[in-house]
């Protein structure tokens, strides 16, 4: 069974930056491919990165392009999101998200596609 920790949410003023960190234990044979999620408040979750299990292939959704990083530390089996230039409507609970795959060049946006799920983090941006 695998387990997801996160942690590195927090409360930060627009423009500013977060890192947020997902630890992995119990994981399995085969690649790993992860994302990162975000809810708001009445809104459906969504993918804002996600990166293939060679790290090769990386995703973000287009309001985050060029403010946000994922990264994985296959060492440490953790997957990292650097967010930077934070804007208020950033502000969500953000889940980190795992799956066991065979195929290692391709990303998984779909809420569905992931096993594994991470307690999520809140990250509040103020104005």
């Known amino acids: 069974q695998v387990q997801l920790v996160e942690s590195g949410g927090g409360l930060v003023q627009a423009g500013g930056s977060l890192r947020l960190s997902c630890a992995a234990s119990?994981?399995?044979?085969?690649?790993?491919?992860s994302g990162w999620f975000r809810q708001a408040p009445g809104k459906d979750r969504e993918c804002v990165a996600a990166i293939s299990g060679s790290g090769g292939r990386r995703y973000y959704l287009d309001s985050v392009k060029g403010r946000f990083t994922i990264s994985t530390d296959n060492a440490k089996n953790t997957v990292y999101l650097q967010m930077n230039s934070l804007k208020p409507e950033d502000t969500a609970v953000y889940y980190c998200?795992?799956?066991?795959?065979?195929?290692?060049?391709?990303?998984?946006?779909?809420?569905?596609?992931?096993?594994?799920w991470g307690q999520g983090t809140q990250v509040t941006v103020s104005s």
């Open positions: 119990g994981r399995t044979l085969g690649y790993f491919a």
């Open positions: 998200a795992a799956v066991v795959t065979y195929d290692s060049g391709s990303y998984y946006t779909e809420f569905g596609q992931y096993a594994y």
